[in-house]
């Protein structure tokens, strides 16, 4: 038996047994589902200020649908931890975003719960049309509802699913999470009672009798007829454009307020009309007044105190490559009047917020908007202007065709700054920069190039602000840099050629990025061993510094090429090279170090270097094998 005291979030492992309680128990389930939240995450660290911003919907949802059967999908996962609390993962959750633990996102492999995996914005409601459409295929009646915020809904995909979602007339539920807006008087009791009325079966009813009504009548008469009721109910609510696309619009409700949510929910549950839209207003970081005063620094946090909310946060050694990147693209355009930069809802992350800072009028968020972004930024360029488009790898992926078709086919120089290329820890496989190098450069034109430390990264600045001839792309990884001493503006680099660290006479090491230094660690320990070693860094992966890759071809016995990328990089493009040129027939060993043919889940950045074969063991373990020699003979891992 239960005793008096237990608390109500100790009663559910999973939400068949949150349906079993009272409605009147739920804001108990609420306030300890919050303090759950934020006690795992300040000992986590990751995604809070949204998370605590849905509480209670996740509450109301999980109580009103019969999840799994009914399907529940939130759009990019940053929000989904009271999801993963309810859905039997309470006692994993404090291995969020750790090595072996529960991932920062849905996904699929973790919980029958999370029906679709997402960590990239904006695919919710495409994903929930497709299994809405299965649903009514199979001859199934089960609810499919898409959780998706204001900020998510600035793609474009999101509008393309809307409106293939408003032609098909499928039943869907749609959650638009509004966490830009106050919870001001409008959304207060009477827009309940109208979202209420508005959602029940009486109106609903009255609504589907008036369309019989009207088909009878001419063409012309029900048009108008339908379009002055619909507008002007519009105008009440704020649903124009969504009953334009073809949905019921229902709201806005305050997302807070359980005797406002699950009246509605159960609404929309229970009518056989679709789609539908329910509008919620909720805040982030609700119930934390530390994440409530300062919603941008408590989206993704690193371990926190509760009582203060101070986040821990380790002096930097050396400052990161995003804040290079900003320092070096404001002294560029300090220079050059004719320097714009574009982001894709990412101004702090990318650095741009720094630029935006003293170039307002030259610094443009164009939301979560990739495919825009780039062909945006085409346009700029084919008036003369010089664009960075700084967007992470992962996000890049989202633009591929832009491109291809907007930039590369035309020969624009658009400047692609490429943050977060490689691992990104904790992030997982979702936000690993892992293909960009592949997807680049085997473009005709386009310029590509790998910064091995933060020097570097400046100096590719500069070198993409003063190239003119065709687009041209950089890429550099999350963290700190090694260290270096930095000037106050970057030297333009020779296109297309490399440069050699250190000159040896039996192994090669051709390093492109940031994997050099663990290059030349690794040169250290194949010297003990009598191997001398050439360190080599190609800056380049296209145009090729074949000059270089020819030398370091023929005067040695081995040839590492080494990148933080995937299979079909900079080492399929140094293979290309040497087979065409019969370089191979020779009998020189060349060996490629990539990314694992694989997607890597979240983990330490070091566990993950070591896994993949990046570090400095694992290049000379790849040396020592191509050289046949006895595993005696190999040098012991640290």
């Not at 609404?267 to 679709?274: I, M, T």
């Not at 919603?295 to 290079?324: C, I, M, R, W």
């Not at 590492?560 to 140094?574: H, N, P």
Request: proline share 5%.
């Amino acid at each position: 038996m239960t005793r008096p005291d237990t608390p109500t979030l100790d009663l559910i492992n999973v939400p068949a047994d949150l349906r079993a309680l009272p409605a009147e128990k739920l804001r108990a389930v609420a306030d300890e589902l919050r303090a759950e939240m934020i006690d795992a995450v300040s000992q986590t660290g990751g995604h809070l200020g949204a998370g605590l911003g849905v509480v209670e919907l996740t509450v109301a949802l999980h109580y009103v649908f019969n999840t799994p059967d009914d399907r529940l999908i939130w759009d990019v996962g940053h929000q989904a931890y009271p999801h993963k609390i309810l859905t039997g993962r309470r006692d994993r959750i404090r291995t969020l975003r750790q090595g072996g633990g529960l991932s920062g996102f849905t996904k699929r492999a973790e919980s029958e719960y999370d029906p679709f995996g997402a960590a990239h914005s904006s695919t919710s409601i495409s994903s929930a049309l497709g299994m809405a459409v299965a649903r009514d295929l199979d001859g199934r009646d089960n609810n499919v509802i898409a959780v998706i915020g204001d900020g998510a809904m600035s793609a474009g995909m999101a509008y393309e699913a809307m409106n293939n979602a408003g032609a098909s007339h499928s039943r869907l539920i749609v959650i638009l999470n509004d966490n830009d807006m106050s919870i001001a008087p409008p959304v207060g009791a009477m827009s309940a009672y109208l979202a209420r009325l508005g959602s029940g079966k009486t109106y609903m009813s009255l609504r589907e009798f008036g369309k019989q009504l009207t088909a009878h009548l001419p063409k012309k008469v029900d048009r108008a007829i339908t379009r002055a009721v619909e507008h002007a109910r519009g105008y009440v609510t704020g649903g124009t454009l969504f009953e334009e696309l073809g949905f019921y619009y229902v709201g806005p409700l305050d997302g807070h307020n359980l005797d406002h949510l699950l009246p509605v929910l159960r609404n929309v549950r229970d009518a056989k009309e679709g789609p539908i839209l329910v509008h919620v207003v909720t805040q982030k970081g609700k119930g934390y007044d530390p994440a409530e005063s300062s919603s941008d620094k408590y989206h993704g946090v690193s371990k926190f105190n509760v009582l203060t909310g101070e986040q821990a946060k380790a002096k930097p050694n050396a400052p990161s490559y995003t804040s290079v990147f900003a320092k070096s693209l404001i002294a560029e355009a300090e220079r050059d009047d004719r320097i714009v930069a574009v982001t894709a809802a990412m101004p702090s992350g990318t650095g741009l917020d720094k630029f935006e800072g003293l170039f307002p009028a030259r610094c443009f968020d164009v939301g979560i908007a990739e495919q825009h972004a780039v062909t945006f930024a085409a346009g700029l360029a084919s008036e003369g202007y010089k664009p960075f488009a700084a967007i992470y790898s992962t996000f890049l992926q989202r633009a591929y065709d832009q491109i291809v078709h907007d930039v590369a086919i035309q020969s624009l120089p658009v400047r692609f700054a490429i943050d977060r290329a490689g691992f990104v820890g904790a992030d997982g496989a979702t936000h690993a920069g892992t293909f960009d190098v592949a997807y680049l450069s085997c473009l005709p034109g386009m310029t590509v190039m790998a910064a091995a430390d933060e020097l570097e990264l400046m100096h590719m600045v500069a070198t993409a602000a003063s190239h003119d001839d065709g687009p041209i792309a950089f890429r550099y990884p999350r963290g700190e840099g090694i260290g270096v001493d930095l000037p106050e503006r970057g030297t333009p680099l020779t296109i297309g050629k490399g440069r050699v660290l250190r000159e040896g006479t039996s192994i090669a090491l051709l390093s492109f990025g940031t994997r050099l230094a663990d290059c030349l660690a690794a040169a250290d320990e194949l010297q003990t061993l009598g191997l001398s070693t050439t360190v080599a860094d190609a800056r380049f992966a296209k145009p090729l510094d074949t000059d270089l890759v020819r030398r370091l071809a023929r005067g040695h016995e081995v040839l590492v090429t080494v990148e933080e990328g995937s299979v079909g990089g900079f080492g399929s493009q140094v293979a290309h090279f040497l087979l065409g040129e019969g370089l191979l027939d020779n009998g020189l060993k060349m060996r490629t170090l990539t990314m694992p043919d694989s997607f890597v889940d979240q983990d330490k950045p070091e566990a993950m270097y070591a896994s993949a074969g990046l570090d400095r063991n694992g290049i000379v373990s790849t040396v020592v094998a191509a050289l046949g020699r006895e595993a005696a003979s190999a040098p012991r891992r640290a």
